[in-house]
């Protein structure tokens, strides 16, 4: 039997030895001879082999007297005879081929084994890692289809809201120019009420025009501190609006970039040359939600944009019913008041043309008065002659003699003459000085006339000047804001 490195020395030979056949050393297991699969990187190749060690004997040098010089075995049987009893046995021969031949198969047997569990395992790792790979790339796209979902109804909202916010940035607008276009209208009442202020005497009443003004004034500075509050209110839902507009686009900006990362995921194949390797990413977590807080955060953005827009509804709706009232109320406030300045010019027209015609009467009578006055005044004077003749005769007769002094008719006739003409200037007198005072107070109430003549002028002057400042008015249109 040879073994590895050296040859049998028969005992006839030499020395006998004691030479033991070798024991098989054990059969390598899977643990011994097969590599586990590390992770990705961590992996080294080796060449498997089986680790059979056989022992060798070792033959020591034999001396110059135990072997003969030419190399021939000795003709005479060396001495010691029981070394030819060391030999094995042809029983230990077959006992040892049988126990290596089982050997071989058993370690055959379980490589092949290994072998083929090894297949087995990797197709099954295989199917695994192909499966897994799977299942991250169809729930990679389900995530797309989820980001993109929310991304529609984003953008669907985020177009409503901006829609919403616009149409209240022209609600807003609105109201600014209808308080804007009520500025001219409240200045003409304003220089209405000064101006009418300068009346005169008895026309400085506060009468109905001046009522209508200082209500339609008042209506004014309502109707503008209404508009303005309103606009107010509208300012600060822009502002929510922004808001809301603000993270709609901050989600959706999130949402897009997520949307490509998760694509390009979604694209990567095993054979794509961005892959590689991030060893210890699967232990790091940076996530700050779940499916369910992510769904909620968009949904709560929607839900905030909804609420912002009804409330931006309600706003423009509230505008445009204010508007609509407010001008309506303005043209009713506009027309009551011309209404009223027309009625007053009207009154003041008809309150001059009267004194006008009773001016006309009363310079008549002055001048009647005066004519009645010169009339008295002859016959006054016509009066004295009559009276100075029956005088002188009385006189004259006053100086007849003696009996001659007698009570006779024609001394009765010439006394009752005396006193009649005595009577006479005297009512003719007291006549003409009433003549005089009823030309006085006819004087006076001509100067009173013409006092309130030109103060009904002045009147209807302001009136009219009024009138003519109020000929333009704000149409509807700019009542509601249009310009």
Not at 28 to 43: E, I, M, N
Not at 62 to 74: A, I, Q, V, Y
Not at 78 to 86: D, E, M, W, Y
Not at 165 to 176: G, H, Y
């Amino acid at each position: 039997m040879e073994f590895l490195g050296t040859t049998q020395v028969a005992s006839y030979c030499g020395r006998r030895k004691g030479c033991l056949f070798p024991d098989l050393a054990p059969t390598s297991t899977t643990k011994d001879t097969y590599q586990s699969y590390s992770l990705p990187g961590y992996r080294h190749l080796s060449s498997w082999r089986p680790s059979l060690l056989h022992k060798v004997v070792l033959v020591p040098d034999s001396s110059d007297k135990e072997f003969n010089s030419t190399g021939r075995p000795p003709t005479v049987l060396p001495a010691l005879r029981s070394s030819l009893h060391a030999r094995y046995s042809t029983r230990d021969w077959h006992h040892a081929n049988m126990v290596q031949l089982k050997g071989s198969e058993a370690s055959r047997y379980r490589a092949g084994r290994l072998n083929a569990d090894s297949m087995r395992l990797m197709q099954n790792k295989a199917q695994l890692t192909y499966l897994m790979q799977e299942d991250s790339r169809r729930n990679l796209g389900e995530r797309i289809t989820n980001i993109d979902f929310w991304r529609s109804e984003l953008i669907y909202e985020l177009e409503c809201l901006l829609k919403e916010t616009q149409a209240l940035e022209t609600a807003k607008q609105r109201l600014e120019c209808a308080a804007d276009a009520l500025q001219g209208p409240l200045k003409t009442a304003l220089e209405c009420l000064y101006h009418r202020e300068m009346r005169k005497g008895i026309d400085l009443v506060h009468d109905d025009v001046e009522k209508n003004l200082i209500k339609e004034v008042d209506a004014f500075k309502d109707c503008q501190e209404a508009l303005t509050k309103l606009a107010q209110k509208i300012n600060q839902q822009l502002g929510i609006n922004r808001d809301a507009q603000h993270a709609l686009e901050q989600d959706l900006s999130d949402k897009n970039i997520a949307c490509f990362i998760d694509e390009k995921c979604f694209n990567l194949k095993n054979t794509s040359n961005s892959i590689n390797f991030y060893h210890g990413v699967e232990k790091t977590d940076g996530t700050v939600s779940n499916p369910e807080t992510w769904a909620k955060f968009s949904e709560d953005n929607i839900r905030c944009s909804q609420h912002a827009r009804a409330n931006s509804a309600k706003l423009r709706e509230e505008a445009e019913v204010r508007l609509e009232s407010k001008s309506e109320e303005m043209w009713n406030h506009f027309i009551s008041t011309n209404l009223a300045f027309n009625n007053r010019i009207a009154e003041v027209a008809d309150a001059k043309n009267k004194l006008q015609a009773q001016l006309a009467k009363v310079l008549q009578e002055i001048f009647q008065t005066e004519d009645t006055i010169m009339l008295l005044e002859r016959a006054i004077k016509a009066k004295e002659y009559p009276l100075k003749v029956a005088q002188t005769r009385l006189e004259g007769r006053t100086r007849r003699p003696n009996i001659e002094l007698c009570c006779d008719a024609p001394q009765l006739q010439l006394v009752t003459e005396v006193c009649t003409i005595d009577d006479t200037l005297q009512t003719l007198k007291r006549r003409l000085q009433e003549a005089h005072d009823t030309l006085q107070m006819l004087i006076l109430n001509k100067s009173n006339l013409e006092h309130e003549i030109s103060v009904k002028v002045n009147s209807f002057f302001i009136d009219k000047k009024c009138m003519d400042m109020r000929k333009v008015f704000p149409s509807t249109p700019r009542l509601v804001g249009y310009t």
